[in-house]
């Protein structure tokens, strides 16, 4: 799933709204497809109506994955007026990663008289100029631009999860007081739940380490490029003869090339472990003595970040480290950890060494400092209704 429409749009539907979700029927994101046997299929998920449009496959981000959104954005302006004589919505939010479901947005709020919200995950086009060295003057690229700055100037409102992106907005055609802050959370009541028990494989492996007097440190989520995991085996290496343990759980394009370095610096003290399904996360996250999160060196992220994954980490009550550079460091900010330089394994083998000689307490204390700021900060619930508030639509 994408969890953050469905997180809000589930604490819309207990405040007493009706909540319509138009998405396409192929996503990278989700590891389960929606079946859609026709043009459109309908489907009821917790009270949220959730309109499958049928879309073409597509894997990786070339050409496949552009027909994709094209087809999607087609399909929707097409069937713009229908939804909104069906739906009668009061709100219509266009929030994707890319820009260009602005224009059937539009024309169904105006179809409608509703309000109109841009929401923004990533800064598009800029991000695929910055991490993909594409020019400026790409058709793509130019294409992209041109719906942005359209989303700027006729959205009534304009949500970023990027909490410094304003003075960029603005540059391109936003209003400044149309700038809106609602940044990703959590949901915890899924914190709340039975632990749900480790996978054989996992169980094994830690139960292992732990008998062995490791100290085990944890990443879980994706193997890309941009976590900046290379430099966590370079920080194992440096740590090769120490109890230290390092342990990654999860999948991506970088895993394989990932496990062939690990062969070839002869490390045994890290150890890769398949992906869990969501509701196992915490058990896992809660089994470390310390979980990393890295980002690589970008100007993308000048704009402030916000990743899922570190709400699961502060809300598992463990402290971290944080290798990053950018507009802002939630684990700094809440006190959960210790933040050094991205790309620098001496600088993350030494943060590791000092939480190593804390004692267990001084760790606990830490990792609930985050656990705390997340639940003050980053519930769901609160920002759903904070979103509502902001765009005047209560």
């Known amino acids: 799933m994408e969890y953050r429409p469905y997180y809000l749009a589930r604490e819309w539907v207990r405040l007493g709204h009706s909540v319509t979700i138009v998405a396409a029927s192929r996503a990278h994101l989700r590891t389960v497809q929606p079946n859609t046997n026709k043009g459109v299929q309908e489907e009821m998920i917790d009270g949220i109506r959730y309109l499958w449009l049928a879309t073409p496959d597509y894997s990786g981000n070339g050409v496949m994955r552009v027909r994709n959104m094209l087809t999607f954005v087609r399909r929707l302006l097409t069937m713009g007026g229908e939804l909104a004589q069906l739906f009668r919505p009061d709100l219509v939010i266009a929030s994707s990663t890319y820009p260009l479901d602005i224009y059937p947005a539009r024309r169904v709020a105006d179809k ?42 006729k959205a009534d409102k304009v949500v970023s999860m990027l ?54 440190v944890g990443y879980a989520g994706g193997h890309a490029i941009s976590n900046a995991l290379d ?49 196992v996360v915490p058990t896992v996250l809660e089994a470390m003595d310390l979980l990393y999160l890295g980002w690589s060196r970008n100007p993308l992220y000048r704009f402030g970040i916000c990743p899922n ?83 005047g639509a209560a």
Request: glycine fraction near 6%.
């Open 112 to 153: 409608a008289g509703a309000r109109l919200v841009f929401e923004v995950h990533d800064l598009w086009p800029l991000s695929p100029m910055e991490l993909g060295n594409l020019s400026r003057w790409h058709p793509f690229i130019m294409t992209m631009q041109c719906a942005e700055n359209y989303a700027y100037r």
């Open 163 to 216: 909490p410094k992106a304003k003075e960029h907005m603005c540059e391109h055609g936003m209003a400044p007081e149309k700038f809106v802050h609602i940044p990703n959370g959590i949901y915890k009541e899924e914190w709340s739940r039975e632990r749900k028990p480790l996978p054989e494989e996992h169980e094994a492996l830690l139960s292992r380490l732990r008998l062995e007097n490791r100290f085990l």
């Open 231 to 279: 430099q966590l085996l370079d920080a194992a290496l440096l740590l090769q003869d120490s109890s230290v343990a390092f342990v990654l759980i999860g999948q991506g394009v970088e895993k394989g090339i990932l496990e062939k370095k690990t062969k070839s610096l002869g490390l045994n003290n890290l150890y890769f472990l398949p992906a869990v399904d969501k509701f």
């Open 309 to 391: 994954k570190l709400m699961d980490y502060m809300m598992a009550a463990k402290p971290v480290i944080h290798a990053v550079d950018a507009g802002n460091d939630l684990v700094a900010e809440s006190g959960c950890g210790i933040s050094v330089e991205p790309e620098n394994a001496a600088a993350i083998s030494d943060a590791i060494i000092r939480f190593k000689l804390m004692s267990e307490a001084e760790r606990k204390r830490i990792g609930e400092a985050g656990k705390d700021y997340v639940l003050a900060h980053h519930d769901y619930g609160v920002l759903a209704k904070e979103f509502i508030w902001a765009i």
